[in-house]
């Protein structure tokens, strides 16, 4: 497998990031709107087109105790529509701690004079991003790593 995309599932935005297995990194690249639980298919059929994944990773947003919760659901039914949509592997992956990192990521930026403060709607895809990588580190990016996509 060559590139994957990544998701951090918001109730208003979705973080993305892409990735590979060659290096096992991953980078934001974009944020996409979420209105009445419907993501902005358009913005995600153009990323499709443009990345052409042989994988796509949502995040699970856990309990710190490992349960899922409200947020959860939504998750699980973004990762089954892009499973029915694109026809393409969808894994779910725990984000416990992911925007935590992401914000730490960002303000290290920040520091380095890389970031700016308005770059801060970025941490969401900045938290795809450390999704992606975990999918990618923990299991050089195979399914075996995942949670099951159904409840």
């Not at 208003?12 to 639980?37: C, E, F, P, W």
């Not at 499973?83 to 984000?95: A, G, Q, T």
Request: net charge neutral.
């Amino acid at each position: 497998m060559s590139c994957a995309l990544g998701f951090d599932v918001g109730s208003k935005l979705i973080g993305v990031a892409v990735g590979n297995r060659v290096t096992s990194s991953a980078r934001a690249i974009t944020t996409i709107t979420m209105r009445d639980d419907t993501p902005d298919w358009a913005a995600l059929d153009a990323l499709r087109s443009e990345w052409l994944p042989e994988a796509l990773v949502v995040g699970l947003p856990l309990t710190l105790e490992g349960e899922e919760q409200a947020a959860s659901k939504r998750a699980r039914r973004f990762a089954d529509r892009l499973r029915e949509r694109y026809r393409v592997p969808v894994m779910l992956v725990d984000e416990r701690h992911s925007s935590r990192e992401a914000a730490e990521r960002f303000a290290g930026a920040r520091a380095a004079g890389l970031k700016r403060r308005r770059d801060a709607a970025q941490i969401d895809a900045e938290a795809a991003a450390v999704i992606l990588e975990r999918w990618l580190n923990d299991g050089t990016g195979t399914p075996s790593n995942t949670l099951p996509s159904t409840e």
